[in-house]
């Protein structure tokens, strides 16, 4: 995943005074709800995209296993969805070194007005600075949960959408240049530059999309998702709809019902900033002062995958998803 940064609660409730006045909202005249069939997730075929990425190596910008890992998805997506777009830019990491970060865009259904957008970072982080040992802390971090796991479950999201296709709009988004920040950015400005570039400019004129949601290491064993104080500022009852429809599910030992009081700098706190969507983000938190013992070390590899936790987090957002098609959000 981006790396994430810590930001106390009272900054998220600020930052939504900025965001009241864009973000979208639903029609006051209810929709008519159509017949709803959600399909099964397919939690194997979500393990082999994780594979299919870290064969590749770490995806770190500027390195030929970035730019292979960047075609990779684009021919994935353009498999799948009805329009794909590469959006090309260069950013400067906070060190001074420029990245070519790339966002993949695959869009169902593009000239529908209604959309959701689903997003995942899709780049590793360059160096382990959470390793076992300093010997390892300056190697790039392989990423089969942070980075490969959200990105995966969107992929076999977007496979299922091809396979029976919504009235809706639908954006898969893979955003780049998340986790390439500094340790001790203050703001987080340095984390999230794909999210960054593309909330300024999205990848079609005036976009608009009523919800997000963001997946970041969403594969681990034991993983825990917690509501996460940015998403609860920005989208407090789109928040309780998905962890409500999860524990409805019985996944609630996964979507736990309980608060983190401090914020994720993450790729959703650009989007609700600066494109005005109301994002949510579904991460791997177990408590307010852990991601888990593999991040950011040399551990992130295929071994700390748990299918049961992809198809837990796969079955949930499918189903938000077919359920905004049929009119039950």
Avoid at 63 to 78: C, G, I, K, N, V
Avoid at 247 to 271: E, P, Q
Wanted: charged share 20%; hydrophobic share 40%; net charge negative.
């Amino acid at each position: 995943m981006r790396i994430a940064i810590f930001i106390l609660f009272i900054l998220a409730g600020m930052m939504a005074c900025k965001s009241d006045s864009k973000q979208s909202t639903t029609s006051e005249l209810p929709r008519e709800r159509k017949p709803l069939n959600v399909p099964a997730f397919n939690a194997d075929s979500a393990y082999t995209y994780i594979e299919d990425q870290i064969s590749f190596g770490p995806r770190v910008p500027n390195t030929e296993a970035h730019r292979s890992t960047r075609d990779y998805l684009q021919s994935q997506l353009e498999r799948f969805a009805d329009k794909v777009t590469v959006q090309s830019f260069t950013a400067n990491r906070f060190d001074g070194i420029e990245l070519e970060g790339y966002n993949i865009i695959g869009s169902f259904n593009p000239r529908e007005s209604r959309r959701i957008l689903l997003l995942a970072h899709w780049d590793t982080r360059f160096m382990a600075d959470h390793a076992s040992s300093a010997d390892l802390r300056n190697e790039p971090v392989l990423g089969a949960d942070d980075g490969g796991s959200g990105v995966a479950v969107l992929l076999e999201i977007a496979r299922q959408l091809s396979l029976q296709p919504v009235e809706v709009g639908i954006d898969i988004l893979f955003t780049d240049l998340e986790d390439q920040g500094m340790s001790n950015d203050s703001n987080g400005t340095t984390w999230a530059m794909g999210a960054q570039h593309w909330a300024k400019t999205p990848h079609t004129s005036k976009y608009r999309a009523e919800y997000g949601i963001l997946l970041d290491m969403v594969g681990a064993r034991g993983a825990q998702f917690l509501k996460e104080a940015i998403s609860r500022n920005y989208a407090p009852q789109f928040v309780d709809y998905v962890w409500n429809l999860a524990n409805s599910m019985g996944y609630g030992h996964l979507f736990v019902n309980r608060n983190l009081t401090g914020g994720v700098v993450d790729d959703h706190l650009f989007i609700n900033q600066i494109a005005g969507i109301p994002t949510i983000d579904i991460i791997n938190k177990p408590d307010n002062n852990s991601f888990g013992a593999h991040w950011h070390t040399e551990n992130d590899k295929i071994d700390v995958i748990d299918k049961n936790v992809l198809r837990a987090v796969g079955q949930v957002v499918t189903a938000v998803v077919y359920r905004f098609d049929a009119n039950y959000l």
